[in-house]
Nanobody, 125 residues
Framework: QVYLVESGGGLVQAGGSLRLSCVAS????????MAWFRQAPGKEEREFVA?????????YYGDSVKGRFTVSRDNAKNTMYLQMNSLTPDDTAVYYC?????????????????WGQGTQVTVSS
């Protein structure tokens, strides 16, 4: 079992920044990679935001956040981060971190096997 806890969400004005954290725990925590997804109000599906391969530090980004968001990790702390800059109201969503045990990093939610409870990010105009 793997447990993921997100933090760092909040209310920010457009153009501002936030840094999200995802702390992982559990005896079986040994990911191939981890990712951030988000779910906007009224949307049924979770949108891929960014992912990172845990051993190589290779990163991937969704088109809507490229150049504005940066994903990173601290292996010693079992923690993944998402630095979000130049935020817009379209970034308003609940942000989730996700864990993938097996090889490969995709942008589909079903590919990830553990999830956190999410943290709310609200960007005002």
């Amino acid at each position: 079992q793997v447990y993921l806890v997100e933090s760092g969400g909040g209310l920010v004005q457009a153009g501002g920044s936030l840094r999200l954290s995802c702390v992982a725990s559990g005896r079986t925590f040994n990911p191939y990679g981890m990712a951030w997804f988000r779910q906007a109000p009224g949307k049924e599906e979770r949108e891929f935001v960014a992912a990172i391969e845990w051993s190589s530090d290779t990163t991937y980004y969704g088109d809507s956040v490229k150049g504005r968001f940066t994903v990173s990790r601290d292996n010693a702390k079992n923690t993944m981060y998402l630095q979000m800059n130049s935020l817009t109201p379209d970034d308003t969503a609940v942000y989730y971190c996700a864990h993938r045990t097996f090889y490969g990093l995709g942008n589909a939610a079903y590919e990830y096997d553990y999830w956190g409870q999410g943290t709310q990010v609200t960007v005002s105009s």
